[in-house]
């Protein structure tokens, strides 16, 4: 098949890539090096995709997803059968003055793959939603069904959005879709501004890291190799019925506090973390818990690595590119 993913130097779009080329797909990655994100970290993570098994089937092309012509024109020239989005400006702790710019990468930028999407009749789009759309309120257990109408940030607010304009592509222009809810991703290859790579950071160099609330939020943290696994799967599985349009939630089902993730990897790690407290942030959910078991009816996949597994395998990896 040939696979259009955008965010392909991000962290998500590397291992679904990477996974998609394993099985002899041909991938087209889009990405526009965003700098609000480590731009050196994503040139790596493109490099060594063209070390990978499968590495002849993939094309990097640098576009903005918010510039419609330069999209149309890729869609014409490569004839994508899916596409992947992934792109996005990512966080939830969004800095003063950015709401903006995550409006235009995640809703602008979401419109036009839509409709370059729809018009290339594409076989199935898969997108990244988050899930932060379930804001204030929800009933842990989270399930696709409830209400997510109280987002808590911006960039909430624009996966929300994105759900409600692929409902509306699907229903008008007969678009498969799947927007999937990623519960707190991490593994190798990670996001530098996230905990997990934060406290990695802050314990090798014995250096004071803040804890908000205590650490006492709770978070269902899914390793990336399962969140790629769901993807692909998903991606060989588009929704039926009219609109074809779903949501899925992509995470463990067994949140953990921030505290007991951090002693995992102080254990990992033998050192005691130098801990210093901080109030809670506003835009940050008291707690995260998927319930997966609509992506198990759907795709025969639930995520399964074990946070100890996990970071183990972290662990090892952040090692080793700190010893390089
Ligand atoms: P990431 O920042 O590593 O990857 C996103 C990529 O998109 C980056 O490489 C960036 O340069 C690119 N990008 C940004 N704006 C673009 C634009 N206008 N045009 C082209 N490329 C653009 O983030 P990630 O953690 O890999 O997240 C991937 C997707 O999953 C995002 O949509 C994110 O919102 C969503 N998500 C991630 C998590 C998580 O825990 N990592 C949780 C929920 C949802």
Request: charged residues 20%.
């Amino acid at each position: 098949m040939r696979v259009l993913v955008t965010g392909a130097a991000g962290f998500i779009a590397h291992h679904v890539s990477a996974r998609l080329l394993a099985r002899g797909d041909d991938v087209i990655g889009v990405d526009n090096l965003d700098p609000s994100g480590d731009v050196a970290l994503k040139q790596a993570r493109l490099a060594r995709l063209g070390t990978l098994p499968g590495a002849a089937g993939f094309t990097f092309r640098p576009v903005d997803v918010t510039d419609g012509s330069s999209l149309r024109t890729l869609f014409e020239q490569t004839r994508p059968e899916a596409v992947v989005h992934l792109a996005a400006r990512v966080g939830v702790r969004a800095p003063a003055g950015t709401a903006q710019a995550y409006v235009d990468a995640n809703v602008s930028g979401f419109l036009q793959v839509l409709e370059q999407a729809s018009a290339a009749r594409v076989r199935h789009l898969v997108y990244a939603s988050s899930s932060s759309v379930y804001g204030a309120g929800s009933v842990p257990p989270f399930q696709e069904g409830a209400a997510a109408d109280h987002p808590l940030s911006v960039y909430a607010a624009t996966k929300r959005a994105d759900e409600l304009l692929a409902h509306a592509y699907s229903h008008l222009h007969g678009l498969p879709t799947s927007g999937l809810r990623f519960f707190t991703v991490y593994g190798p290859w990670g996001r530098p501004d996230m905990a997990p790579l934060r406290f990695l950071r802050a314990l090798r160099d014995g250096a004071e890291l803040a804890l908000h609330d205590e650490g006492r939020m709770q978070r269902d943290f899914t390793h990336v190799e399962d969140v790629a696994e769901a993807v692909v799967r998903v991606v060989d599985r588009p929704p039926q019925g009219a609109p074809a349009c779903r949501v899925l939630n992509v995470g463990r089902g067994e949140p953990v506090s921030v505290r007991d993730f951090l002693a995992v990897l102080e254990r990992r790690l033998g050192v005691p973390a130098r801990v210093r407290s901080a109030p809670a942030q506003p835009g940050e959910m008291e707690a995260t818990w998927a319930d997966p078991s609509a992506l198990e009816r759907e795709t025969g996949f639930r995520p399964r690595i074990s946070l100890e597994e996990g970071l183990a395998g972290l662990v090892e990896w952040f090692l080793q590119q700190a010893g390089a």
